[in-house]
């Protein structure tokens, strides 16, 4: 069994910076090379939404388009660990951000496709104030 530890969430200002981390336990992610690992968020009343990943087979990385270029995954495959670096940040990332993560292939396609993590954090909390 997997299991994920966030870190990093708290109050920011608008236009601050937070770090978030997500480290695995109990088996490696990166099996034969594949497998990913993400960032998912829900605002209040709202659906879970994708938010940046990272690929362990290439290190590709991935932003969903309202995010993209103020966020950014990045990971350290040995140590089962994934960032997610949020700059520029808006009241609307505020938010539970959730670490997931998948063992095995994922088309680079389908990497925001939730369905797909079958290990998931229980979130940390992300306020950004106006």
């Known amino acids: 069994q997997v299991q994920l530890v966030e870190s990093g969430g708290g109050l920011v200002q608008a236009g601050g910076s937070l770090r978030l981390s997500c480290a695995a336990s109990g088996r490696t992610i990166s099996t034969n090379g594949m497998g990913c690992m993400g960032w998912f968020r829900q605002a209040p009343g709202k659906e879970r939404e994708f938010v940046a990943a990272?690929?362990?087979?290439?290190?590709?990385?991935y932003s969903a388009d309202s995010v993209k270029g103020r966020f950014a995954a990045s990971g350290a495959n040995a140590k089962n660990t994934v960032y997610l670096q949020m700059n520029s940040l808006k009241p609307d990332d505020t938010a539970v951000y959730y670490c997931?993560?998948?063992?095995?292939?994922?088309?680079?396609?389908?990497?925001?496709?939730?369905?797909?993590?079958?290990?998931w954090g229980q979130g940390t909390q992300v306020t950004v104030s106006s």
């Open positions: 997931a993560a998948r063992v095995g292939y994922v088309h680079p396609g389908q990497i925001s496709n939730s369905v797909l993590y079958a290990y």
């Open positions: 990272i690929r362990w087979s290439d290190g590709s990385t």
